[in-house]
């Protein structure tokens, strides 16, 4: 009997490496040397390329991937939970020819905007119902064909940050640090810190949004000038032998990698928002973005080209004032990164809908139709036909030709 189970067991952990023993090399008078077999060059355990169809939460809202590519508006979660402001959006959709939208579930301060239904306490607690009844919601995305997409602001969130100090980056006093704008941080270091922004998108999934947008996947700017003063964990990285910039750029890249790996149960696709400038360079220092390697854990990158956000760049003196040529500078520096990819994600980028007067005097225009129309051409022109518009107060410019085809 002892003989047997020994004979099981490496029957079963030799097969596991695709060799075997041949029994007919072993008797009961004589143990020879034993006769390898080759049966299996391949691990016979292995994660399958797409995940199976029958093992895909399936949340009852049925909306397709719009076929000519997603061309769609931010919209506030104020805006979604009013009936009016949302029809007013819809009815403004249809006529433009768009067909997205992309929807606030966890804001700029970390408030979640609709009841997620998550078991997570601190979620919970952090929940401010702005979108009083989601499911209707989501019906009438579904009813009207307009492809949802769930706006989560990750790294950027005072109320976590004020709630578990520990999650955060701490001043010498033991405060929390903030931004100019009074905005706290979490870390990115932190798995306790992804898993409850993937909780939050996993709720949002089982509510019916098709696509999980991530967005302030970063550092705090200028972190680079900061960090030595703060207070934090480095998680895993505590021992690493890599410089900080490559610490904080793995930070980012794992998480977005992680997530992915986690919702894939979900089916939804995956987009992460990313500053334009960091495909202009290697790495963006300070935030830990790295373009190519966010990329390539993304279905989608979604890069913020507003031209009122550019300083003299690309050569343009001005770029507020000349949209069509500052996205075309632009693009043409994604489209040579993307190429370089084995496999790309689509290119969706942010373009502006509002007009920067805080620029000030001769520095920036009046964004109308024209503006407007000029990136959505320049990015056309350079063969990526997938856009999103921005504008904080949700109201877009009407008679705008969307379709350049």
């Known amino acids: 009997m002892i003989m047997r189970n020994k004979a099981s067991f490496w029957f079963g952990l030799l097969a596991t490496t695709g060799v075997v023993f041949s029994p007919l090399s072993v008797s009961a008078e004589e143990n020879p040397e034993p006769t390898l077999l080759e049966i299996n060059a391949e691990p016979i355990l292995s994660t399958p390329a797409k995940f199976p169809a029958k093992f895909i939460y399936d949340s009852g809202i049925d909306i397709d991937y719009p076929e000519n590519g997603v061309k ?19 009815k403004f959709a249809h006529s433009s020819g768009l067909n997205a939208m992309v929807i606030d579930v966890k804001d700029d301060f970390g408030k979640m ?27 009438h995305l579904e009813e009207n064909k307009i492809y949802p997409i769930a706006r989560i602001v990750v790294f950027r969130d005072t109320v976590l940050a ?37 909780e939050v998108a996993k709720q949002a999934a089982k509510l019916g949004f098709k696509e999980i947008q991530f967005d302030y996947v970063r550092f705090p700017e200028g972190f680079e000038n900061k960090s030595d003063s703060l207070t934090y964990s480095r998680g895993d990285h505590e021992t690493s032998d890599l410089d900080d910039v490559q610490q904080r750029v793995e930070a980012v890249t794992g998480f977005v990698k992680y997530a992915r790996e986690e919702l894939e149960p979900y089916g939804v696709e995956i987009s992460v928002d990313i500053f334009g400038y960091a495909a202009t360079v290697p790495e963006a220092p300070g935030i830990g973005q790295n373009f190519a390697k966010i990329s390539e854990n993304v279905d989608v990158i979604s890069s913020m080209i507003y031209p009122s956000h550019w300083n003299t760049y690309f050569g343009i003196q001005k770029p507020d004032l000349e949209p069509y040529k500052l996205v075309s500078e632009y693009i043409k520096v994604e489209n040579d990164l993307l190429s370089g990819l084995e496999t790309p994600p689509k290119s969706r980028p942010w373009l502006q809908d509002f007009t920067a007067s ?9 964004y109308g139709a024209a503006q407007v129309e000029d990136q959505v051409r320049a990015l056309h022109d350079a063969g990526v036909n997938e856009f999103l518009l921005w504008d904080a107060t949700n109201t877009y410019t009407e008679g705008v030709n969307y379709n350049m085809e």
Request: aromatic residues 10%.
């Open 72 to 90: 769609g508006i931010y919209v506030t979660a104020n805006s979604a939970s009013g009936t009016a402001k949302m029809k007013e959006l819809t």
């Open 358 to 366: 805080y620029l000030g005097a001769g520095n920036y225009q009046n």
């Open 113 to 139: 905007t609709m009841d997620l239904k998550s078991e997570n306490k601190i979620i919970q607690q952090n929940t401010e119902t702005l979108v009083t009844d989601p499911t209707s919601m989501m019906k």
């Open 162 to 198: 004020e709630a578990r100090p520990d999650l955060s980056f701490k001043k010498a006093d033991g405060t929390v640090w903030k931004d100019n704008g009074n905005h706290a941080f979490v870390n990115p270091f932190s798995k306790e810190v992804w898993d409850y922004n993937i």
